[in-house]
């Protein structure tokens, strides 16, 4: 792209859960089985790749949230799909948009991981992404055998060990290995295939991978920390940040700590997109926008509130004085640093009571745009000229209505001011966030 140009936007789409917000299911017009509706999920992908959207993303989790059973039965996100069976049925009928995928290094082996995002990027000519995570939900521990939660900065160092004996799997061929030969019988040829032979701390893998090397190389990387071990790992590791800063304030801090350690790491800064999440209701006015959100807003209950805000403190708040501040003496947990230094921030700042401060919670508490596509496209050319993020994971109010918003009334708007693609420049995921194909380390 040509430096006259302007820079333009990378934009995601959040979809699992269709929506983050816990009230989305319940609004007006809203599809309440979305999550788990192959012909809507169809319908969803379909109008993203026609908008140019960069990619689908499906978060995942390997337990029914931890939240009491009063809570949990209000839960929209009780059941959906595994992603790799839905990325690749939903490869099938798509051509372009990229398919990515939450997998788990801490109770998963990287044998599995890297068989199924190889098995995607060959299923989907090159459009799978791993969102490489360590886990907080302290539940998924018990399903896999273990009475307690593997520690933070444990999960962490086996996590940067994971990624590199799947990158190192990945290629275990090199491009051109598959002579495929019919008249000597040579199927591949054996110089240029690599055993991996891994003994490390925490990861033993022979190798080699039983699978030909991904189109695009590797899959792309995603990486979803804000911890100290969680950015350091996106620098050495991401080639996009799903993350969750928020305002364009602490934003532009995390944009330029991760780039700066991303130099550190001897990395091109360009080969890492920052991508907050940002949850964008879309109205004729502003006005109308915001009542839009209190509608939404309403459809939280109290006791699903309450149980959201127990899970980022990682203590029972259900004891609380609803009505009073938040305690100030929270007992020591192993729950994720981030969320929980952020929920106490934001009662602090705003001065929340504990029932207003759980309904942000209980809703959607993170980064949002509320308003018409030209102020809401006014806020995200912002944050790309000012050096708050390379563009947006779009998380939508509810669907299929906010979702439509945001690809028939703000992708145009975008495109108008050049901010926004109107066609893919590409077939790749890759292509699509101008990222390098990785050399094979093993096959110059």
Not at 147 to 157: C, I, L, N, S, T
Not at 205 to 232: D, Y
Not at 340 to 347: D, N, S, T
Request: proline fraction near 6%; hydrophobic fraction near 40%.
């Amino acid at each position: 792209m040509s430096n006259s140009q302007p820079k333009q936007l990378h934009l995601t789409a959040f979809m699992r859960p269709v929506s983050l917000h816990t009230g989305a299911w319940r609004y007006p017009g809203a599809y309440p089985d979305a999550n788990f509706n192959l012909n809507h999920l169809k319908s969803f992908i379909q109008k993203l790749e026609k908008a140019k959207f960069d990619a689908f993303f499906m978060a995942d989790h390997l337990a029914v949230l931890n939240m009491p059973v009063e809570a949990l039965k209000r839960s929209q996100t009780v059941t959906s799909f595994e992603p790799f069976t839905l990325l690749s049925a939903l490869s099938q009928v798509t051509e372009k948009i990229g398919l990515a995928a939450t997998a788990s290094t801490t109770y998963d082996e990287p044998y599995h991981i890297a068989r199924r995002f190889a098995s995607l990027d060959h299923l989907s000519s090159g459009r799978a992404a791993w969102n490489i995570v360590t886990t907080g939900n302290p539940e998924s521990a018990k399903n896999f055998g273990l009475d307690e939660h593997v520690e933070h900065g444990e999960r962490y160092k086996r996590a940067r060990e994971f990624y590199d004996v799947v990158t190192g799997l990945w290629d275990s061929f090199a491009d051109d290995a598959f002579i495929r030969d019919q008249e000597s019988g040579i199927f591949f040829d054996p110089e240029r295939l690599h055993v991996l032979d891994h003994k490390g701390e925490h990861l033993k893998v022979r190798g080699p991978l039983n699978i030909a090397r991904p189109v695009q190389g590797w899959p792309v990387i995603v990486q979803a920390g804000q911890s100290e071990p969680g950015k350091q790992l996106a620098a050495e590791t991401a080639e996009a940040v799903f993350c969750s800063p928020r305002d364009i304030e602490s934003a532009k801090a995390l944009y330029a700590d991760i780039k700066g350690r991303a130099v550190a790491a001897g990395r091109d800064p360009s080969h890492l997109k920052i991508l907050p999440a940002a949850l964008i209701i879309i109205g004729d006015t502003v006005e109308e926008a915001k009542q839009k959100r209190l509608q939404l807003d309403s459809r939280v209950h109290y006791d699903s509130a309450i149980a959201s805000l127990s899970i980022v403190l990682g203590t029972d708040a259900s004891g609380f004085d609803p009505d009073g501040p938040l305690p100030t003496d929270l007992p020591e947990t192993n729950a994720s640093k981030t969320g929980r230094e952020g929920a106490v921030k934001l009662a602090k700042e705003e001065n929340l009571t504990v029932r207003q401060l759980a309904q942000r919670y209980g809703g959607y508490a993170g980064l949002a745009f509320v308003g018409t596509p030209e102020t809401v496209a006014d806020e995200l050319g912002a944050w790309l000229e000012q050096g708050a993020s390379d563009g947006f994971t779009v998380t939508f109010p509810f669907v299929p209505q906010g979702l439509d918003d945001v690809v028939e009334r703000l992708v145009p708007e975008l495109q108008r001011r050049g901010l926004f693609r109107k066609e893919y420049e590409g077939t790749t995921l890759r292509e699509h966030l101008g990222l390098p194909r990785p050399k094979n380390r093993f096959f110059p």
